[in-house]
């Protein structure tokens, strides 16, 4: 085979890498959006007599130590992850964009101050500092969100700064500069629009690390609290019966893993495509 083969194969498996993981996406966001029509019982509702059966037409995945259908929490559990993932993202990618811009773009002392704060959090493991900060504050999602977004969002900042300062150097922006554009029209005109291609690649893989500390910090108590359906604190719960019942921890781990998949396949579909190079590779390269 040569290599102008291998590489129209390479093509055809990453196209269809990136619709299959696209297609299983897409029918998962579904089904959290339509949770409310498709669960077939209240996630919420207490029904002791029916506490830890097994799977039947009434209750397809079985019941938990509650005799709250399993089926029905995983569909709300998909809904409440992803929603709360979505809002930390988008939280995330405005503030590095704002900070981001004007550090890379003024130089000076702004830039120095600006970076010594965000390497001052960047000093910390994300996941500790989170922790910390959510002991401070008290336990619940508004508190884990918070958390989470001021951890997150010092990697997008240190990103965001590196492209800035990358695309200022390029002709069209000094011809701009020459011609008395000024910074906001430059960024919102130039530099903005030039970034955002490799910066919403890391966004698609940084959502699935969101979901993950979503899910650690609810598993360890300190993010969404009972009764409310979500995949880290339906773990928690169901981590007394791991014997008996596994099934109650195991369906909600492998949602969280497909989803996670599915984002790290779409990501490095996309990265492949576009030639962007590594996420990982420059989510630590950020880091650094």
Known sequence: M?????????????????IVSLSLLLAVVICGVLAPYLAPHDPNIVDLTHKLEGPSLTYPLGTDQLGRCLFSRLLYGTRVSLSLALVIVVACLIVGIVIGCLSGYAGGWIDNLIMRANDAILAFPSLILAIALIAIWGAGWKQMAIALVIVQA?????????????LKQQSYITAARVSGTNAYRM???????NMLPPLLVVVTLEIGWVIMDISALSFVGLGVQAPTAE????????KSFIRSHPRLMIAPGILIFIMVALLNLISDAVTEKKGLGSPLRRKREAAE
Not at 187 to 193: E, S
């Open 231 to 238: 995949w880290g604190a339906m773990i928690n719960e169901g």
């Open 187 to 193: 960024m919102i005109r130039h530099i903005i629009p």
């Open 154 to 166: 010092a990697y997008y900042v240190r990103f965001v700064r590196g492209l800035v300062i990358s």
């Open 2 to 18: 040569n290599p102008k083969q291998r590489k129209g194969g390479r093509s055809l498996r990453r196209r269809w890498v990136l």
